[in-house]
């Protein structure tokens, strides 16, 4: 019998990446989802992904979700409105999962040790320390096996609803931004932590209370935009603000702070050890190729 894993936030990037990744090799899948009509959850349907209609407030949709389950995938979105919701909800899952009978816990959750990079009480210090909490959480449920993954920058960032975070490229081309042109950031495919999270269910054992920066290579801000520039067809460009204008231009574009920070977010990652897991991973030009309808329709046909 295949096994069966219950995969959290399934309707987003990278829990419907993992979902369908998990259905193609043939194992089950169990998901809940707030909107059983959206497309992301019709498409989950349509590739035998079990649907169970709730929020992560609905303990009984989570409870119903998790029967039979094997292992568990956490990925948490935090609230906006409600800065302790993932907390609250992290926990309730996990304990979910441990009274459910699930045997093995993989974690994706963020860089939790840039919190030193921002300001206390922020609201990105606070996001990143509540994962923190999770992983704390996380740890001590006694899971049989437990790895926590923590994914760089999205190359999906650069794409669709997620390009929020870069006010101006799509409507104009331009990119005004708190990084330098040769700030280099450490990326990663969706379907790579994917990949990593099904090695991690497949051999609990080696990956038994692995902590793991995943990233699946590393570009600096100009080589992003050339490379977005070819796959589109558009020219984009950056306009690198001063560090004086940052904390101005922060009152209104609310992503500076972060991409202030993310400066040196590449010194969590090592590119290099990423080679000794033996799974293969997309370099950038491969990630836009695969994508090439979401570059079309997100750069071409929004102007
Ligand atoms: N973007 C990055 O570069 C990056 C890097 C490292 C880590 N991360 C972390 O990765 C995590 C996942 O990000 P993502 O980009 O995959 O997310 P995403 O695409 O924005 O999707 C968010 C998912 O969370 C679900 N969701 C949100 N609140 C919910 C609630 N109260 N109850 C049930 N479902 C809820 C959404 O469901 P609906 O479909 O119903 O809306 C959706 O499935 C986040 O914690 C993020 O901080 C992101």
Known sequence: ??????????????????????????????????????????????????????????????????????????????????????????????????????????????????????????????????????????????????????????????????LVMCPGLVENGIFETAYKPDTVLPLVDEHDVAAFSIAAFKDPTRFDGQEIAVASEARTVEEILQLLSQASGRQLKAQYLPDEEISEKAKENIFLPGQLASRKMFRFFDIDDMAKWGIPLHTFPEFLERERASVEQTYNQRQ
């Not at 894993?5 to 989802?33: C, M, P, S």
């Open 1 to 162: 019998m295949s096994p069966t894993i219950f995969v959290v936030a399934a309707t987003g990037t990278l829990g419907k990446a993992l979902a369908l990744d998990l259905r193609k090799i043939g194992w089950n899948v169990h998901a809940t989802v707030r909107n059983p009509t959206s497309p992301a959850a019709k498409e989950l349907a349509n590739a035998g992904v079990k649907l169970f209609p709730g929020d992560w407030d609905n303990e009984k949709a989570l409870r119903d979700g998790m029967i039979g389950c094997d292992g568990l995938f956490l990925n948490l979105m935090p609230s906006f409105t409600d800065w302790k919701a993932d907390v609250r909800q992290g926990k309730t899952i996990i304990d979910i999962a441990r009274a459910s009978g699930i045997k093995q816990l993989v974690h994706s959750t963020g860089i939790i040790d840039m919190v030193d990079d921002f300001e206390p009480g922020s609201l990105v210090a606070v996001l990143l320390n509540n994962k923190k909490l999770v992983e704390d959480a996380a740890r001590a449920a006694d899971f049989d096996a437990y790895t926590i993954l923590r994914p760089a920058a999205f190359m999906a960032n650069w794409l669709g609803a997620k």
